[in-house]
């Protein structure tokens, strides 16, 4: 006898979706959750010293710093417990810093690249090196955090720097075409010096709509359909409540900083040609000695693989990686595969690195 | 018996046959739009409409900043501008306290290298030192 299907009540099962879809609209999800000291802070800037998990003989000896983007909360590396790069490196036997940079307020709005490479950057490493009690340390760079340890891997990449990892790096500009950004922020359109006087700081929520108009109908609606399909699903709709509160948690970009991202390089591309200036002292990728591993999502539609390849290129690392994973932007370090393919990557890469 | 194998059929959802369909519009509408937000003429609209508004704000935004700048003025009350220059100002001594921190930190760790160090043994032979110490003192009394 074949099998009849069984016949739900619609209504109710509708008001039971309803109800935890309005409980992950309207509540934040518990996130960051792994245990951390802070150890510096310099005006928003916190430097965090997570507490390792290892004993001392089984760690390894080269501290890792994580920087990640000015205009997002960092704890997308520490999402949910279970699901965290910061947890997985601990475990791995990192001794591991996190860098947060804060939000800046209206004092803050002449906030520059230079600033941060050269005043906050140094001061943190300075702290991490007096903490650790080693000379040589990793950078981990993330998104715009990726252009800041570029930048002062090129400066100051003699103060320690052993190794660089960069995740999804926006350095090249070149490729005019194929960045969406590029042509919205043309000087034809956008008048930055307009936004920056009226606003100070770049809003959060205006850089959040950029983010997210680059594909509306996925953000705007796909996301919502996706989560009210699989909403019967407590793993999906728990990973779904994270995301959700870290996508909703906007900073705003200093303005300072804002101006050398779209002047200096969405417009001219001043890194990639060596002409980007900061405080007086030119920023040349050959300066690059540290071993690199650069992470390219192939699937990012934010930072496409043409404008973090290049710099394999300008480096002077003897020992340098591309690794190319499929994924977006922010999946390949917190989306469901991360812990698979990206993390175990960067552990592999890093491990032999840092003894 | 029954009710388990209930459980195993697979549940009735009337709403199933449309996903496929709406599936598909929403992938057709995603591409659509990521060609509009792919266009010149979508950042130029973009462009205008953010500038219009801006245009459009600026006289009431400098109207209100003007009379909230005489009304604290008038109440002795700090503007914006000044208490945003001294948070400015405090960052700065921040950064400085921290490079005196870490200055302190460094002394600490010379000082502690120094006490701990073991201390220096006399050697049994006349220094060189202390020759051209006594030289120097019978010098002096034989000025005397």
């Known amino acids: ?355 | 018996m029954a009710e388990d194998a209930g459980h195993d059929r697979k549940a009735f959802d009337p709403m199933d046959p449309w996903r496929g369909v709406r599936d598909v519009y929403m992938d057709a509408w995603a591409k659509t739009m990521v060609e509009t937000v792919n266009s010149e003429a979508y950042a130029q609209a973009t462009g205008t409409i953010l500038d219009t508004y801006l245009t459009v704000s600026a006289p009431f935004r400098e109207a209100l900043e003007k009379a909230m700048i005489k009304t604290l003025e008038q109440l002795a009350m700090p503007s914006r501008a000044d208490v945003l220059s001294i948070a400015e100002r405090m960052t700065n001594i921040e950064m400085r306290l921290d490079d005196l921190d870490a200055k302190l930190d460094a002394i600490h760790a010379l000082l502690a290298r120094a006490v701990a160090a073991p201390p220096r043994k006399p050697s049994r032979g006349p220094q060189p030192t202390d020759k051209k110490a006594a030289k120097s003192k019978k010098a002096k009394r034989g000025k005397k």
Not at chain 1, 49 to 64: I, Q, T
Not at chain 1, 179 to 208: C, H, Q, S
Not at chain 1, 229 to 251: C, K, L, Y
């Open chain 1, 1 to 355: 006898m074949a099998d009849s299907p069984v016949i739900t009540n619609p209504y109710a099962d509708a008001a039971e979706r309803l109800k935890t879809l309005t409980k992950v609209m309207t509540t934040k999800a518990a996130i960051a959750q792994t245990p951390k000291e802070l150890v510096w802070t310099l005006n928003k800037a916190k430097l965090y010293h997570y507490v390792p998990v290892l004993p001392m003989e089984k760690r390894h000896p080269v501290p890792l710093l994580l920087v990640f983007a000015l205009m997002n909360r960092p704890y997308i590396l520490d999402l949910r417990p279970g699901h965290s790069f910061v947890e997985y490196m601990l475990n791995q036997g990192y001794d591991l810093y996190l860098l947060d940079w804060g939000a800046p307020g209206p004092e803050d709005k002449n906030l520059k690249f230079d600033d941060y490479c050269l005043d906050y950057l140094p001061r943190a490493v300075r702290k991490l090196k007096a903490i650790s009690g080693v000379e040589e340390f990793s950078l981990l760079g993330w998104c715009i955090g990726a252009i800041l340890t570029t930048i002062y891997a090129a400066l100051r990449g003699d103060e320690g720097l052993r190794n660089l990892i960069l995740l999804t790096a926006p350095l090249d500009f070149s490729s005019k075409q194929k960045l969406t950004f590029a042509r919205w922020v043309d000087e034809r359109y956008f008048d930055i010096e307009k936004v920056l006087a009226t606003f100070g700081n770049m809003p959060g929520e205006m850089i959040d709509y950029g983010a997210k108009a680059l594909k509306p109908v996925e953000n705007y609606v796909g996301s919502y359909v996706k989560l009210w399909d699989n909403i019967g699903d407590p793993r999906v709709v728990e990973s779904w409540h994270a995301m959700n509160t870290w996508v909703t948690d906007n900073v705003p970009l200093a303005g300072g900083a804002f101006r050398q991202l779209i002047v200096d390089l969405y417009r001219n591309d001043k890194l990639m040609r060596g002409e980007l200036v900061i405080r007086g002292e030119r920023v040349d990728l050959s300066r690059i000695h540290a071993n690199l591993l650069t992470v390219i999502a192939d699937d990012d539609h934010i930072t496409p693989s043409c404008q973090s390849e290049p710099i394999m290129s300008k480096v002077s690392s003897p020992d340098k990686e591309l690794f190319r994973i499929r994924g977006g932007h922010i999946g390949i370090m917190a989306g469901s595969g991360a812990s698979k393919h990206t993390w175990p990557h960067v552990n592999g890469w890093l491990a032999p690195r840092s003894g």
